[in-house]
């Protein structure tokens, strides 16, 4: 298990450099004036744009400026903005906010789509099953933008205020998160759900799962460990994948309710052009796609016993 621990992390170091490179050529090599609306009205000042350039080595070929900026990312540098403000700071601030949004979010898509999923796929044709069906169908079709204005207005502080949202934008505690989670993870819940659903109608007529019935182990041990455990592996697949995704695409729920994330950290970054921020912002995301497909590759051997690696 060490050993290919090991080989997986030198595997993504290329990946890592592959991605970060493409993304830092997208957003500084389109050509475009990166001074553009810096100064208000005027041009900017002949001194301005040397410093700034000097600052951003903009002067250098494409690679030496990414190999610099890189090279300051490793040490936990993330660069000044155009006004002086510094990126690393911003992302400590709003890292841990969209974490813990996406984590809330995560977990509710987790829980109830696994169950929903289990209990349709245990009992298929029937009334629950149409009704988590036309349901999930329902919420996919739906943009979380309509989702999160529905469910704000009735239940935040206008509505019911059911779960305190929007009391303290910039910390807000789990139990603040768990009406934005549950808005932010609507559709990959769905997916969950019929994912799970699936590969449970699927896995439930297999010789393992017959076998253990035979030998007359109960319905419970025979669903929770035989055939939960097989067929979670395709839906934790998805929801190890599905947390990068939930982080990048915060910016909407963080928008509706008003949350300060990096969500809005990137918006505000590509409406300001400040391409070092958006840079940042999303060399965090890459990380944190990395790294949960390293876990998830861990997770299928603890799932299932006949997965090992040498």
């Known amino acids: 298990m060490g050993r290919y621990v090991l080989r997986r992390l030198l595997q993504l170091i290329p990946v890592f450099?592959?991605?970060t490179f493409i993304i830092y050529a997208l957003v500084w090599a389109i050509p475009q004036d990166p001074f553009a609306g810096k100064c208000g009205q005027r041009p900017c000042p002949e001194?301005?744009?040397?410093?700034m350039s000097d600052k951003f080595n903009f002067d250098d070929p494409l690679p030496l400026q990414y190999l610099k900026y890189m090279g300051n990312v490793i040490t936990g540098d993330f660069g000044d903005t155009f006004s002086g403000i510094s990126v690393g700071e911003q992302i400590s601030t709003a890292y841990p906010t969209t974490v813990k949004l996406a984590i809330v979010a995560l977990l509710i898509e987790a829980l109830i789509g696994i169950t929903a999923g289990v209990?349709?796929?245990?009992?298929k044709q029937g009334f629950l099953d149409n009704l988590v069906l036309v349901s999930t169908l329902f919420l996919i079709s739906l943009p979380v933008f309509v989702t999160g204005f529905v469910l704000r207005l009735y239940l935040g502080?206008?509505?019911?205020?059911?779960?305190?949202?929007?009391?303290?934008?910039?910390?807000?505690?789990f139990a603040q998160l768990i009406l934005p989670g549950f808005v932010l993870g609507s559709t990959?819940?769905?997916y969950v759900a019929r994912l799970t659903r699936s590969s449970i109608a699927e896995n439930r007529h297999a010789d393992y799962?017959?076998?253990a019935i035979a030998k007359g182990q109960p319905t419970r041990r025979v669903v929770g460990v035989h055939l939960l455990r097989n067929?979670?592996?395709?839906?934790?697949?998805?929801?190890g994948t599905d947390l990068g995704s939930l982080m990048g695409g915060a910016i909407v729920t963080e928008g509706v309710f008003n949350i300060n994330g990096i969500g809005g950290l990137i918006f505000r970054g590509i409406q300001e052009k400040e391409g070092i921020t958006v840079t940042g912002v999303v060399t965090m995301l890459v990380l944190v796609y990395l790294l949960m497909s390293l876990i998830v590759d861990l997770l299928y051997?603890?799932?299932?016993?006949?997965i090992r690696y040498e």
């Open 119 to 123: 209990l349709t796929g245990l009992r």
């Open 188 to 190: 990959s819940m769905a």
């Open 231 to 239: 067929s979670l592996i395709p839906v934790i697949t998805f929801l």
């Open 17 to 19: 450099i592959g991605t």
């Open 47 to 51: 001194a301005y744009i040397s410093a």
């Open 209 to 211: 799962v017959r076998t």
């Open 301 to 306: 051997a603890v799932l299932d016993p006949r």
């Open 157 to 173: 502080p206008q509505g019911l205020d059911l779960f305190d949202v929007g009391v303290d934008a910039t910390d807000p505690t």
